[in-house]
């Protein structure tokens, strides 16, 4: 931490400073420059970040040097970390391709998506039974019956399935039938959802809130980290800004900012971020080449038909050629992947 | 609805778009220009928004025309509506004034913050027993414990009291210590809560969430309104921009747009706006300049100690001064109020 | 500046930092914490911020502690500045009004608003000749027959006149004719245009870019100041933000954020940041709230028919009352006016 | 244009929007809705959008329907314009390098850099002799000796050069040395530049201002193109989001929106985006892979001695590494490029 006092501010003013931090339980460690004195904290900082510092007075401002999170950080282990699911790895090195349909709608359009991405080279399948949606009057998910249909189809075409999880109740009804659990955005500061997965034993895909920083979100995964579940998988999936002519702005310069960061695995999901399907398989391109672990794509057998964002969704034909280039680039980047 | 279909669209694809809103329920009007073919949709859009138009051959672009929020909107009730809550009204021309402490630390803390503000002049006492916070490692609150005191500070300072819950677990639980029900902003989206508290039977003060726009603070306000409970108080409370002068931008302009839009009550929160109690009082100036109902204001007796936002609560001194100009600046604008 | 190690970086490293920070004439204060190593620069920080230190083995980040604007600062000048211009005061406690058309369209129209204005309130005349336009194929502006309508609009009513300069030709044309020269948000970063308004020796409005943080506009101030023009009026106008219910975001915390930075005047644009002149009362309201010296809105005595911009006109009779309020809430707010 | 009325709009409104469209030549196509009419306009579009429709009674809103750009829309243009300069193509389906240090400091510093980036596999030489600086304080270029030593570098190694201009005198100055003049982010909206390189007859990089929206970057390029220029090349370079990681948000998703609306070249400059050197290569993969036709980046031999934005330069070995890749991404996904 790192205390900047007023220009002018008194002797008083900086003892009472010290004081503060050392009651703290940390030192003081005072540099006085031509303009400015300066106090940096040596110890935890967290227990001086909590200090209020901008009601103290004579104090300019306040600021956090070292990292809030710490069981996310490379710091605390700087290997890439692998999670195995099924069979199917993410990160370490290998490129996982999840796809499915945004919503379970019903059997046949679920069986007929799953088929179509096993075809095509996805290692895990998708489908959502709970469905977060902006307006009270749209198509919710199918609830339980949804999740048996998902569990059956990833027996059925050997992959694993993924899907969302939006309040702790679904939590010990999702982990029945699915083989990981995904917090979606909306819910990335639902502390009390990220606690319950922390302790439901189940890897986790955590997606990016529409306008959380990297910062947060290393936080939000150590929510769950700090509740004892390791196996954590990050998603961006675009942030909100000014720009109009996509739904989100696919940040994708978060993949390489949070590989540097945290040896957790990182993927992707250009199908939101994007909101159109024609910008998918560019997004997706660009995504894979930026040093992602995967990504997770909608893909729907009859886009014009289906109940949820039809938009964004890649007709199987498209989401295959996709597979086919996301595969040559990956062989082209993943001597670079950090691991 | 409108369909604006590509430049060079061919008959057999304006047939099919027509097709598709007839087997919506609803008719097509099209309407040929110079450049470009529109087709206009009569009757429930909702129906029609649904279809994903950008799936379907020969489209451009489609866009909704009438507001997606029915129960929230001025159409539906064209006069404002008023809240009464234990004697204290919000809305129809009266400035309401919440305060008190961000987190209801312990006894003396709270009734010491409780005698302060009623003395200044305000009408509902806050305090958080159940705190969302960024990091895992940071203080959640005093939980139940929390919640009877702040019902006893409000009953000995004769003030009816809000509170914040962060899951559906926490409702029951509130509803029976507290007269009005917050919503967070990191909970704006969490539909499962919004849909709990619509069912709960007692006053919400919903707040925006940091990246939602008016339009999606209206509509989660219409999950609360569609599950039966038409006592949503709206609250702006800064938004997520570029500018990092301040923890949020305070979008003042919401308040006027919201007052239009809706018949419900809109209050702000100049606290978390700011992040910094400097900027406490001329944010509140502002916001009660531009036509809100009322606002919701951190004060502390001793904000160096607080454990929660201490940078952010005004002295009780300070608070009493601002209260002043809040009271002389509502009476300059009240005439303009929209009823 | 503060230079904060990555953990585990060397003893050769930190040598090496030292090192730099000396070379550049500046002394280096190592404090070794328990996580980290931060090394604190002791003189003219400008000189070693520019040492591009993430390239720099071993160093995590570099920060700057002081501001990079100095002319611009309270530090520098710890009282308010007043500019006079023509018998009018802009700072120091009073309330300037500026107001008039977005664009002189032809003699009748300017003078019947400049009539209008001034019998409401105004105290500068506003007026376009030379307007920037998002798209080629829009109405400029008339050029220097509509700068000398202005000026004898200005004289004939009893007000100075502020106009927009576009490019470095327009500076000395402007000067013939104008009293105060304003710089658009477009323009804020046109470095060659600060220096040339910095030369001209008249009172400057300086507008903050669409995306400028308050940062940036004191450092665009800082280029007219150090060219030796110390007569500079800063405008908040609406920042770029993902809202579309507004034109943009009007950022009503900049203006006590820039009047605790600055003593340099600072006035606000409400037409500008609502872009709907429904909005404009609100906000001016708001802005004046804040604790602003003064506002520059539109006003039209026939929006409908405005060449440019009239959807933010406000009509005379609206603007008139408008003024009555804000008068009433200055009244309110200046004894906080931070002289 | 489609023109809303509001709920129970007269008769006598609609009446008058009818004749106000009508009075601007365009004909009027009244569409009576259960809840809303709306009017559509059919003949020129840009006449009617000039109307000021929100001030005109009854009306609700009112939406321009074609594309404001016409020289820059693929409308008119479907196939996608290639841009030859010394040989070096622009466009058409090859990847177009354009590398060099961000400013001529020195001749021994442009020559090795120049070196550097020809043998790696650079088609053009980039190089800054005017720089706009956020502060005033920093080191603003060479000018025309910078220009001189520019032409000549690219002489020797057999390279087109690339410099910025950043006023109207600079274009003639520039023209007598420079291959392509570049316009950059905070000039997009600077009309008086954009008209003056349009008659400058070379071609012009234009870069997408850091708030500027597609459209808006498409209608900057339009100024150039209605001046009589043809020769415009579009360059994504970072937005200004509420994420701090980075200095801005590379827009991927700018490139293949950018790509369908417009016949014009599309590259993109990772280096600025980034901020930061380590994240300037995956940033170059994943534009290559979202389908630029080019890129702009900055690569210095020393950059902890570079005079301006070191910190994003690239070191020539790590330039070289990454042409490499961006040659295999682009084998890979050149079959996709719109032609």
């Keep these: ?32 420059g031509e303009e400015l004195t300066i106090v940096g904290c040596i110890g935890d900082e967290a227990r001086v970040e909590r200090l209020n510092w901008s009601t103290v007075p004579g104090v300019e401002r306040a600021e956090r040097i070292t990292k809030p999170y710490k069981l996310a950080s490379r710091q605390l282990q700087p290997k890439a970390g692998v999670i195995e699911v099924g069979g199917v790895k993410i990160g370490g090195g290998t ?21 179509a991405v096993k075809k095509a080279g996805a290692g895990i399948l998708r489908g959502g039974a709970f469905k977060p949606r902006t307006s009270p009057y749209d198509f919710q998910g199918l609830g339980e019956e949804g999740l048996r249909l998902l569990q059956e189809a990833g027996r059925k075409y050997g992959m694993p399935v993924v899907t969302e999880v939006r309040t ?11 083989d990981i659990l995904q917090v979606g955005a909306r819910n990335m500061q639902n502390y009390d959802l990220l606690t319950e ?29 700090a509740a004892g579940n390791r196996q954590v998988i990050l998603c961006e999936r675009g942030i909100r800004t000014f ?7 696919f940040d994708v310069s978060a993949i390489p ?5 945290t040896h957790l695995p990182v993927i992707f999901d250009p199908s939101h971020a994007a909101g159109q399907w024609r910008l998918v398989a560019p997004l997706a391109r660009a995504g894979v080449a930026a040093g992602a672990d995967g ?45």
Excluded: N
Aim: hydrophobic share 45%; with cysteine; charged share 25%.
């Design 1 to 32: 931490m790192i205390i900047v006092l007023k220009p002018g501010a008194s002797e008083a003013q900086l003892k009472h400073v010290v004081e503060r931090i050392e009651a703290a339980g940390c030192r003081a460690h005072v540099s006085c």
């Design 243 to 249: 720009e109009t002519a996509t739904r989100f702005t």
């Design 95 to 115: 490129l996982t391709v999840m796809a499915g349909p945004c919503t379970v709608e019903d059997r046949k359009m679920l069986f007929d998506a799953a088929a």
């Design 168 to 178: 702790l109740a679904h939590v010990p009804l999702a982990c029945r039938y699915a």
């Design 197 to 225: 997965v922390g302790r439901a034993g189940r890897p986790v895909l955590l997606k990016r809130g529409l306008s959380a920083t990297v910062k947060e979100l290393l936080l939000a995964a150590e929510y769950v980290l």
């Design 295 to 339: 990504l997770i794509v909608e893909v729907h057998c009859d886009p014009e038909e289906a109940k949820c964002d039809g938009d964004q969704a890649l007709r199987p034909d498209v989401f295959a050629d996709t597979v086919k280039d996301l595969k040559a680039i990956h062989a082209v980047v993943c001597k670079h992947a950090r691991r």
């Design 257 to 261: 900012v949070l590989k540097a960061e």
